[in-house]
């Protein structure tokens, strides 16, 4: 069960409701209400109501429920299977798969092809909806991921993602044209508090946020255009789409932090989790996997260097 801690300061005012939802960013107004009238929200240990007005200087504490599962079921859905053994494999998800079940996709996710496939060999860290899943890549981002087995391959990995030892490069075409050959973005992301189903570059300060890191580099121009490889050290939600906006430099397709005329062609971000690599959690062996790129990233490249020439 998650919890938040929000001190109010000496100028703050207004609705609690209201007040709390603008610092939160990940809750909604009426998702807040419905938490105070569950006495989920609490003023220095007591359970505040709803109508009230914010108190300067109390420490405000927010109880977040876990969240109902969705049974996921297995289904007979192909994978493209790189790499496989006792303990993990390795697969490259096509654009358009979604990870794991959520409201809205409850089917016909990577996770249900994974229980068809691994016949209930998956880790059970990640719980009934998440079984295996080690690390995530967004609906319409391709490429590689690994998933865990068994609960100490799923441990190890994860150690490993958390000390920032897994090596990933992604391939990107953004918007625009970078000044220099390669450079970095560091900042602090966490829930856009705008609007909650995006996320943005935010304070430190502010509530959930989370330190993220994106190495980039040139490989390729075409004036409006330009082709990347952006290496994480962090892989926190959303993270190549907010660093490369948050530079004027969005990539193509996407229709979240992109122009509001996308490429729609694309189908979404034009983003490919290309490079993988790490060590083997049972062997101590290093692993590292290169995914081709697909065909609507080829064509899209295909199309500019056309258009760059004439």
């Known amino acids: 069960m998650e919890e938040l801690e929000i001190t109010a300061g000496a100028q703050d005012a207004g609705r609690l409701d209201a ?24 003023r220095d240990g007591v359970p505040v109501n709803k109508k009230e007005k914010v108190q300067p200087g109390s420490r405000y504490r927010i109880v977040l429920p876990e969240p109902r599962p969705i049974e996921a079921v297995p289904q007979e859905i192909p994978l493209s299977i790189v790499y496989e053994d ?15 079940p959520a409201p809205g996709n409850p089917d016909g996710t990577l996770v249900n092809a ?7 060999e998956l880790s059970g860290i990640g719980g ?43 391939h990107a ?15 602090w992301l966490g829930r ?12 430190e300060s502010a509530a959930g946020a989370r330190y993220a890191y994106t190495g980039w580099r040139v490989l390729e121009r075409f004036g409006d255009f330009t082709y990347i490889a952006c290496k994480l050290k962090t892989g926190r939600t959303h993270q190549i789409r907010v660093h490369m906006a948050s530079t004027g430099h969005p990539l193509a397709g996407d229709a979240v932090y992109g122009p509001r005329n996308c490429i729609k062609s694309l189908a979404g971000q034009c983003l490919h989790a290309k490079e993988l690599g790490f060590q083997h959690p049972a062997t101590g062996e290093w692993m590292q996997f290169d995914s081709p790129l697909p065909p609507y990233f080829t064509e899209f490249l295909d199309r500019l260097r056309k258009e760059h020439r004439a």
């Open 173 to 187: 075409v953004v918007y625009g044209n970078f000044r220099q050959e390669e450079g970095s973005v560091e900042t």
């Open 128 to 170: 009934a909806i998440r079984p295996g899943i080690v690390h995530r890549i967004d609906k319409d981002t391709s490429g590689l991921l690994v998933v865990a087995k068994n609960d100490a391959a799923h441990q190890a990995l994860s150690d490993q993602m958390r000390v920032h030892s897994i090596h990933r490069v992604y």
């Open 192 to 203: 856009d508090p705008r609007d909650r189903k995006k996320m943005a570059v935010v304070p």
């Open 19 to 42: 007040w709390l939802a603008g610092r939160c960013g990940t809750l909604s107004r009426s998702a807040l209400q419905s938490l105070i009238e569950q006495e989920l929200v609490t």
């Open 114 to 120: 994974l229980l068809f496939h691994c016949a209930g």
């Open 86 to 100: 006792a303990d993990l494999l390795v697969v490259d998800k096509p654009k358009g798969m979604v990870v794991h």
